[in-house]
C-alpha cells in the first residue's frame, strides 16, 4: 500500500470550537497581536507547539493509574530510570519538570561568566539559560542551514571548520561544553546526521570538553538518519540512538516532544561528580531526586512514551503528515524552509511578505493573519523570538522601531503539529488556510512592539499594528 495512515484509532475525542471572523478580531486585538496571550477554546487548530500538546496512548493511561507517589524511592522512579537508560545508555538520570529546568541545573553548574557555549542553533530556553549564567550562546549551524529554500539532507548539522575556529579564538578553557540539538528546532526542525555527531564529538573529546544532545526530538532525528544517511537503512530506530547517544557525555531532555508526554524532562550523565552537584541542586528548586519536580504518574507516561516512539510505523506516519503539509502549501507558492523537518512547517515569512520589515515581524504579523482567518494558532520563529537589543550606538532609527532592536537571521512562522492528535483533515483545513492568506499577502501589514519583556521577550511582547 502506497498510503500512509495514522497508525491508531480514537478512543477518545476533544471538540474543538469554530470562531466568526469578527470574534477573532476582537479577540486578537485584546490579545495585543500576541498568540500566547489567547485562550486555548478561542483556537481551532493549534499548531502553537508540538510540546506537551500529543495525545497519550491507552498504554500510557494505563500506566499513569500505576503510578506510585511516593516521595522517595517510587516503583515509578525505578521504571523511568530503567526507560531512559535503555534509550540513551548514560549512567545518571536526574529528573525533571521540563527541558528547562534540566537546562538551568546543568548551565549554572558548569558555565561561568565569559564562558562561551557552542550549539548548531540553541533553542530559545537553552540561549536563555547560558546567557543568565553570563555566558555567550554561539550558534554555529553550517551554512546552509541558514538558507531557507536550500536542500541539504542535514541542515541541522554543525559547522565544524566553525567550531574548531570558535576553539581556538577563545581557547578550551573557556568552553565549558559543546551542544548538538537534535533535530534542530530554531532552524526548521532539520536533523543531524550521524557522522556530524561523530565529528564534533571527536573535536570536543580531543579539546577535553564535553559534548551534550539537546535530546528533544531524538526519535524524528534517528528516523532522519535511517532514511537517510548511507549505512543505517537495516539498523532499528533504537539502534541508531543507542550509536548517537554513545557519543556524548550527557543530554538534556523535554519528554514533552519525543517522550510522548505531556510534562517531564530529564538530565544525563556519565560523569558522578557532576551528577551529585545536580542532585544537590534539583533538590533545592525541582524536588528529591526520585521525582524531579514530576508526579509519578508523570514518570510512568514518559516510560513508555520512550518506548512507543521508537515505533517505525509511528515515525513513518510522523514524518510523513509534517512532509504532506508542507508538500501541499509549497505547491501553491507558499515559501518554506526546504526540505521539511520532523515536527512542523516553516513558512518563510521574509520572503512571503518582502513589503513588511524585519522590525514590523512579517513572521508575527503572518501568525497573526493565520489567526483571524481560519483560527489556527502558529508562532513566529525570528525577529520577535531572537531579535536582539543591543548597546545603543547611537545611529537613527525611523521613529517606532523599538530602540536598539536588531533582527534575527531568519523571518519563519513555525506550523508545530502535536504528535498524534490531528488527522489529515486537520491538516487539509489548515493548508486551505494558508492558501488564502497566501493570495491576499499584498494586503498584510506589519505591527509594532509597545512592550517587551527582558527575557523571551516572544512569551508576553505585545504589538500594534504599524
Ligand atoms: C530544542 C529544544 N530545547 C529545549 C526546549 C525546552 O523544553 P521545555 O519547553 O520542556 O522547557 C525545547 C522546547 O520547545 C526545545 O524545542
Not at 68 to 96: H, L, Q
Not at 149 to 158: L, R, S, T, V, W
Not at 183 to 188: C, E, I, Q
Not at 236 to 261: H, N, P, Q, R, W
Request: glycine content about 8%; aromatic content about 8%; proline content about 5%.
Amino acid at each position: 500500500m502506497q498510503t500512509i495512515i495514522e497508525p491508531f484509532r480514537i478512543k477518545s475525542v476533544e471538540p474543538i470550537r469554530m470562531t466568526t471572523h469578527q470574534e477573532r478580531k476582537t479577540i486578537l486585538k485584546a490579545a495585543h497581536y500576541n498568540l500566547f496571550a489567547l485562550s486555548a477554546e478561542d483556537v481551532l487548530i493549534d499548531l502553537l507547539t508540538d510540546s506537551g500538546t500529543g495525545a497519550m496512548s491507552s498504554e500510557q493511561w494505563a500506566a499513569v493509574m500505576r503510578g506510585d507517589e511516593s516521595y522517595a524511592g517510587s516503583a515509578s522512579w525505578r521504571r523511568f530510570e530503567a526507560a531512559v537508560k535503555a534509550t540513551f545508555g548514560f549512567e545518571f538520570v536526574i529528573p525533571t519538570h521540563q527541558g528547562r529546568a534540566a537546562e538551568r541545573i546543568l548551565f549554572s553548574i558548569m558555565c561561568e561568566e565569559g564562558d562561551v557555549v557552542p550549539n548548531n542553533t540553541h533553542f530559545d530556553t537553552t540561549r536563555a539559560n547560558v546567557e543568565y549564567q553570563g555566558a555567550k550562546a554561539v550558534d554555529l549551524v553550517i551554512p546552509e542551514g541558514k538558507v531557507p529554500e536550500a536542500i541539504h539532507p542535514f541542515k541541522g548539522n554543525m559547522d565544524t571548520h566553525a567550531l574548531e575556529e570558535l576553539i581556538a579564538e577563545v581557547g578550551t578553557e573557556r568552553v565549558p561544553l559543546i551542544m548538538i540539538t537534535i533535530t534542530n528546532n530554531s532552524m526548521g526542525g532539520q536533523p543531524v546526521s550521524m557522522a556530524n555527531i561523530r565529528e564534533v564529538a571527536a573535536i570536543a573529546h580531543q579539546h577535553g570538553i564535553p559534548l551534550y544532545l539537546d535530546a528533544c526530538r531524538f526519535a524524528e532525528n534517528a528516523f532522519f538518519i535511517k532514511l537517510r544517511e548511507e549505512g543505517y537503512k537495516d539498523l532499528t530506530v533504537k539502534e541508531i540512538v543507542a550509536e548517537m547517544f554513545s557519543y556524548a557525555d550527557g543530554c538534556t531532555m523535554s519528554a514533552k516532544k519525543d517522550g510522548l508526554a505531556n510534562i517531564g524532562g530529564f538530565l544525563c550523565t556519565n560523569d558522578a561528580a557532576l551528577a551529585q552537584q545536580e542532585k544537590d541542586l534539583l533538590i533545592l528548586t525541582e524536588g528529591f531526586p526520585t521525582y524531579g519536580g514530576l508526579a509519578g504518574r508523570d514518570l510512568e507516561a514518559i516510560a513508555v512514551g520512550l518506548e512507543e516512539v521508537l515505533h517505525e510505523d509511528y515515525l513513518t506516519y510522523r514524518l510523513a503528515s509534517i512532509r504532506y503539509l508542507g508538500e501541499h502549501i509549497s505547491r501553491v507558492g507558499v515559501p518554506i524552509v526546504q526540505p521539511p523537518g520532523g515536527h512542523a512547517i516553516y513558512i518563510d515569512a521574509k520572503a512571503m511578505l518582502p513589503h513588511i520589515p524585519p522590525l514590523e515581524f512579517p513572521g508575527q504579523a503572518l501568525a497573526c493573519e493565520l489567526y483571524l482567518e481560519a483560527g489556527i494558532r502558529s508562532t513566529e520563529i525570528g525577529s520577535v523570538m531572537f531579535g536582539r537589543t543591543e548597546p545603543d550606538s547611537g545611529e537613527s532609527r525611523p521613529s517606532g522601531y523599538a530602540r536598539r532592536d536588531v533582527p534575527a537571521d531568519m523571518e519563519l512562522l513555525r506550523l508545530a503539529i502535536p504528535r498524534r492528535a490531528y488527522t489529515q483533515s486537520h491538516v487539509d483545513y489548515v493548508v486551505e488556510a494558508i492558501t488564502n492568506v497566501f493570495e491576499r499577502r499584498q494586503d498584510i501589514r506589519g505591527l509594532k512592539l509597545t512592550y517587551q519583556a527582558p527575557y523571551l521577550r516572544h512569551f508576553t511582547a505585545r504589538f500594534e499594528r504599524a
